[in-house]
């Protein structure tokens, strides 16, 4: 059973989107993109628990509608194109820290992962819960392998593999992955120290190819619509 007054949910859901306009809150198969997330949150975690991170006052109110029931709203200067997550959590982190709400770790959902389900996020917690680690990370094996087909340029003008091998598949080289953006789990007190990118101890929680969906571009919104309206019960 997960203590859940251990945690503090955030979904980071700004109003600017370049690939997909308005993506946040764009209806996908009848319904918000960003419930998608909420409903999962919900079934784990009270209202009080879940922050939506916006600027964008649409947003916010949609994400009342779905019963939450906070008061943040994210500075409009933590709201642009070069605005790190990490900025945007530390707000967070300050902002319910003042209003007296105690936490020790921090779940950030990505609303662009509509098939990320309350499922996957429970098992993630309890992976984090069963180790010492500084992040738990949602990750699908990726198809690009740096021993067998990534190149990069040399000073010379050619292409070399990234990483030497001698690998006649893919299937061979080693397994690597890539974060799906689905779940990231870590505590309040590491990312007041540390950027995302000098954690150290990562344990990866993988997920499927499907699973880890990710709406970035409009091809990727036109899958997801497909899946939905096609699906056989994999998903929640």
Request: glycine share 4%; aromatic share 12%.
């Amino acid at each position: 059973m997960i203590q859940t007054d251990k945690y503090l949910v955030v979904i980071p859901a700004r109003g600017g989107s370049k690939g997909i306009q308005r993506k946040n809150i764009k209806l996908l198969n009848g319904k918000p993109l960003i419930y998608y997330t909420i409903e999962a949150a919900q079934q784990i975690f009270e209202n009080q628990r879940i922050c939506v991170s916006s600027e964008d006052s649409e947003i916010n109110t949609i994400a009342k509608q779905k019963g939450l029931n906070y008061t943040y709203v994210r500075p409009e200067e933590l709201a642009t194109d070069l605005t790190s997550s990490h900025e945007v959590i530390l707000d967070v982190i300050e902002y319910y820290n003042k209003q007296g709400l105690a936490f020790e770790t921090v779940v950030l959902l990505q609303p662009t992962s509509p098939f990320r389900t309350a499922k996957h996020i429970i098992e993630a917690i309890n992976l984090y819960e069963s180790s010492d680690f500084e992040m738990v990370v949602s990750v699908k094996e990726t198809k690009c392998n740096p021993y067998f087909n990534l190149f990069e340029e040399n000073e010379l003008g050619n292409l070399e593999l990234s990483k030497k091998g001698n690998f006649t598949s893919r299937q061979n080289a080693p397994k690597t992955y890539e974060y799906n953006g689905a779940i990231y789990i870590f505590s309040k007190e590491v990312i007041k120290l540390k950027q995302f990118s000098q954690f150290e101890k990562i344990k990866k929680y993988e997920m499927s190819a499907i699973e880890s969906v990710d709406l970035d571009e409009p091809l990727d919104w036109d899958f997801c619509e497909f899946i939905l309206k096609n699906k056989n019960g994999t998903f929640s």
